[in-house]
């Protein structure tokens, strides 16, 4: 049954946000590990973003020329000059969709 | 010191820049459930139970394809695995917090959530309720994605498909590193991450989402050592 698996994708997934916040104290991780964890966000969120621009909803690489990849990079470049979330989210959106209504069409 | 009520609103203000990704992308997901033929209860009890934006899609896209539950349900902790990450940054600030709480505050950690209070507690380590933050930023992110999910799984995809709007969710995250990009530390932690997760993209449950941050950690800890 559906409902089963959600639960029980549910429970897996509560499972992981709260291991170590509650399971878990903080002396239990060495000197070494916390400064290792100071990485976490460079270290995780990539595997979100470099797929999200260079793999297709079909699981294949893009050309070289995907709009995506400029978007990304004024994105990039919006980002780090304005350090604005909507900014550099809006960048990249009206990049890409210059390039795919205007430039491409 | 600044009260509960202020940090828990500096929590919401911090989150809300998201919601410009956020919301899109729960109406897609939404939609994508109803799609694909699933009931529309059950595609909103996983907003509900699971609340894990792409890993919903996931283990409705591999149920739909015809894999098992097993898989599907491994699928989702695979991807979600990436919040035990979170829980290990996060577990110095919400060390005072009783156990009850510590269980219930869980239920709203999610990725934006993560890095926006993340952000907010290494500047402030000081004050006395942090954790009010974390609530801030994970209600607000509760809310939308009801209410974007609830949306798309009502009225359909009526964001249009050739918006392409599922790119504003590498957008978002990028919003969050590009500052880290003034550190060449974690420029090459970042640049590992990202290759390995396009290397391993193929790898079975999706696990390039929890292999690529363990090796680019792995190079984080080299680069300490480097650094000595």
């Known amino acids: 049954m559906t409902l089963t698996s959600i639960i029980f994708a549910g429970i897996l997934t509560y499972l992981t946000r709260m291991t170590m916040i509650a399971l878990i104290s903080r002396d239990m991780l060495g000197d070494k590990i916390k400064a290792v964890l100071e990485y976490v966000p460079s270290a995780v969120f990539p595997a979100i973003i470099f797929p999200g621009i260079f793999i297709n909803d079909f699981g294949a690489f893009i050309e070289m020329n995907?709009?995506?990849?400029?978007?990304?990079?004024?994105?990039?470049?919006?980002?780090?000059?304005?350090?604005?979330?909507?900014?550099?989210?809006l960048a990249g959106l009206v990049s890409y969709w210059f390039l795919i209504f205007v430039v491409f069409n | 010191m600044?009260?509960?009520?202020?940090?828990?609103?500096?929590?919401?203000?911090?989150?809300?820049?998201?919601?410009?990704?956020?919301?899109?992308?729960?109406?897609?997901?939404?939609?994508?459930?109803?799609?694909?033929?699933?009931?529309?209860?059950?595609?909103y009890a996983m907003s509900f139970i699971i609340f894990g934006g792409a890993s919903q899609i996931v283990f409705l896209q591999l149920l739909s394809g015809g894999a098992s539950s097993?898989?599907?349900?491994?699928?989702?902790?695979?991807?979600?695995?990436?919040?035990?990450?979170?829980?290990?940054?996060?577990?110095?600030?919400l060390e005072k917090l009783s156990f009850i709480k510590k269980l219930l505050i869980s239920y709203v950690?999610?990725?934006?959530?993560?890095?926006?209070?993340?952000?907010?507690?290494?500047?402030?380590?000081?004050?006395?309720?942090?954790?009010?933050?974390?609530?801030?930023?994970?209600?607000?992110?509760?809310?939308?994605?009801?209410?974007?999910?609830?949306?798309?799984?009502?009225?359909?995809?009526?964001?249009?498909?050739?918006?392409?709007?599922?790119?504003?969710?590498?957008?978002?995250?990028?919003?969050?590193?590009?500052?880290?990009?003034?550190?060449l530390d974690h420029v090459i932690v970042m640049i590992t991450c990202g290759l390995s997760s396009l290397l391993f993209f193929d790898a079975p449950f999706k696990s390039y989402i929890i292999i690529s941050p363990i090796i680019a950690l792995f190079i984080a800890a080299l680069l300490l050592r480097l650094k000595k």
């Open chain 1, 66 to 89: 995907d709009p995506k990849i400029f978007g990304a990079l004024v994105a990039v470049i919006v980002g780090y000059f304005s350090k604005n979330i909507i900014a550099t989210i």
């Open chain 2, 109 to 183: 950690v999610v990725d934006q959530g993560f890095a926006e209070s993340n952000k907010f507690f290494k500047k402030n380590r000081s004050e006395e309720f942090l954790h009010y933050h974390l609530i801030g930023t994970g209600c607000t992110m509760w809310v939308c994605w009801q209410i974007a999910t609830l949306s798309g799984i009502v009225l359909g995809s009526f964001v249009p498909e050739e918006l392409g709007l599922k790119f504003a969710i590498p957008l978002t995250f990028i919003a969050i590193v590009v500052q880290d990009l003034k550190k």
């Open chain 2, 2 to 43: 600044l009260t509960k009520k202020q940090l828990f609103t500096r929590g919401m203000l911090d989150i809300s820049p998201h919601m410009l990704s956020v919301i899109p992308f729960g109406i897609i997901c939404g939609a994508i459930g109803v799609e694909l033929g699933f009931h529309p209860y059950l595609v």
């Open chain 2, 70 to 93: 097993l898989v599907a349900v491994a699928s989702v902790g695979i991807i979600n695995s990436r919040h035990l990450l979170y829980g290990a940054v996060l577990s110095e600030y």
